[in-house]
Structures are given as structure tokens and as C-alpha cells.
Antibody
Framework: QITLKESGPTVVKPTQTLTLTCSFS??????????VGWIRQPPGKALEWLAT???????RYSPSLETRLTISKDTSKNQVVLTLANVDPVDTATYFC??????????????WGQGFLVTVAS | DIQMTQSPSSLSASVGDRVTITCRTS??????LNWYQQKPGKAPKLLIS???SLQIGVPSRFSGSGSGTDFTLIIRGLQPDDFATYYC?????????FGQGTKLEIK
């Protein structure tokens, strides 16, 4: 059974750096074709993809947030960490991590964490 | 970035109805298109990958079609459990994008 769970601070002050951890089980991030992505959703709004890290440590970021985002993995701990620097109240959102899977050239997020609400406020 | 435009943004329907949700992309993405269902307070659930491949366990009343820039999600015989928000997502580019969502409400 594949599970993912997000954790981190529930409240962050403006200008601080947000660090979120995705702890997962049931798969390995060293398996070819596998990755973990981060997606966020401001209250009442749509999903926004943030970043994906792949089995080979390749990384991709949303261009609008690339200068503020860093994604990394610890394969031995089955964890992926996302940092978002210089946060602002507009970064208030539920943050999801999800398993990236692929078959041939097609890919998708097939299993998601429950989500973690982060509020940016002073 | 590849832009995604879903329509309608909201939709009212009755149990038993057939509904169609469309997703249009700003450039040709072949069939690199996924559909997700999200219920309030829950994580999205993958319904369809590769534009038309139904995930295991997803009821056959859901179907997806399309290629290139125009895609469709059809739900035949709406059930009470289907009232949710639906998102399309492209993975043609390494910079993934989601549509803005279609909220399906009970009439």
C-alpha cells in the first residue's frame, strides 16, 4: 500500500522560509520512472503544481516560483523536502505531496497525501 | 507554460444525467492529459490518465477522450458520489499545469 503524508509548520511568518516534509511508504524513490511532486491549493482555489523530483534526482519547478523553491530527497528515509523561501500571505494554502508515476512517455500523480494547511501570517 | 482552460467552471446536474467537461490546452499535448476528482477537504483522486485510460477501481460511467488540444471528460448516469470538482492536468511539458477546475453541483 502506497501512502504519503505531509508535515511541517502550520503557521509561518511573512519573509520566513517554509519547510515541508513528505514522508512516504510503499514505494522507493530509487525506482526508475518514479518521483514525488508537490502541489498546493489556496483556500477555495485551484490546484497549482509546484515541483517534482525524480528517481534520478532530476528536478523541475514551476517557473513562477522557481527562484523561491527547492526540492530534495532522502531516499534512505523515504522523504522529500520542499522549501519555499520568503513566504507571503498569498502562499497560504493546503500543500499536497503526491507520487509521480510513469509508463512510457505518459505520467501522472497516482497517489496523494492528505494535504497540509499552511497559513502565512504575522 | 502550457495553459489549460476548462469549461464550464461550474455545472449543475441531476442524478442520472450525462455531463461533459472539456479541457483545452494552449498547444498540442498529444494525449498527455490526466483527469482528477476532488471532494471538499480531500486530496485529488486520479480518474483517467493518458486522456482515456480509466484507473483501476474507477466506475465505467467515467470516460475520457481527446488528443492534441481538446479533451473531454464524460460522466454517464451521474451518481450522488460524483458531485465534486474535476481538474485536468497536462504532463506533456516537464512544467506540469492544472486546469482551473469544474465544480459539479447537484441541481
Amino acid at each position: 500500500q502506497i501512502t504519503l503524508k505531509e508535515s511541517g509548520p502550520t503557521v509561518v511568518k511573512p519573509t520566513q522560509t517554509l519547510t515541508l516534509t513528505c514522508s512516504f511508504s510503499g514505494f522507493s524513490l530509487s525506482t526508475r520512472g518514479v518521483g514525488v511532486g508537490w502541489i498546493r491549493q489556496p483556500p477555495g482555489k485551484a490546484l497549482e503544481w509546484l515541483a517534482t523530483i525524480y528517481w534520478d534526482d532530476d528536478k523541475r519547478y514551476s517557473p513562477s516560483l522557481e527562484t523561491r523553491l527547492t526540492i530534495s530527497k532522502d531516499t534512505s528515509k523515504n522523504q522529500v523536502v520542499l522549501t519555499l523561501a520568503n513566504v507571503d500571505p498569498v502562499d497560504t494554502a493546503t500543500y499536497f505531496c503526491a507520487r509521480y508515476a510513469s509508463s512510457g512517455f505518459l505520467s501522472w500523480f497516482d497517489t496523494w497525501g492528505q494535504g497540509f494547511l499552511v497559513t502565512v501570517a504575522s | 507554460d502550457i495553459q489549460m482552460t476548462q469549461s464550464p467552471s461550474s455545472l449543475s446536474a441531476s442524478v442520472g444525467d450525462r455531463v461533459t467537461i472539456t479541457c483545452r490546452t494552449s498547444q498540442n499535448i498529444a494525449n498527455y492529459l490526466n483527469w482528477y476528482q476532488q471532494k471538499p477537504g480531500k486530496a485529488p483522486k486520479l480518474l483517467i490518465s493518458g486522456a482515456s485510460s480509466l484507473q483501476i477501481g474507477v466506475p465505467s460511467r467515467f470516460s475520457g477522450s481527446g488528443s492534441g488540444t481538446d479533451f473531454t471528460l464524460i460522466i454517464r448516469g451521474l451518481q450522488p458520489d460524483d458531485f465534486a470538482t474535476y481538474y485536468c492536468q497536462q504532463t506533456y511539458s516537464d512544467v506540469f499545469t492544472f486546469g482551473q477546475g469544474t465544480k459539479l453541483e447537484i441541481k
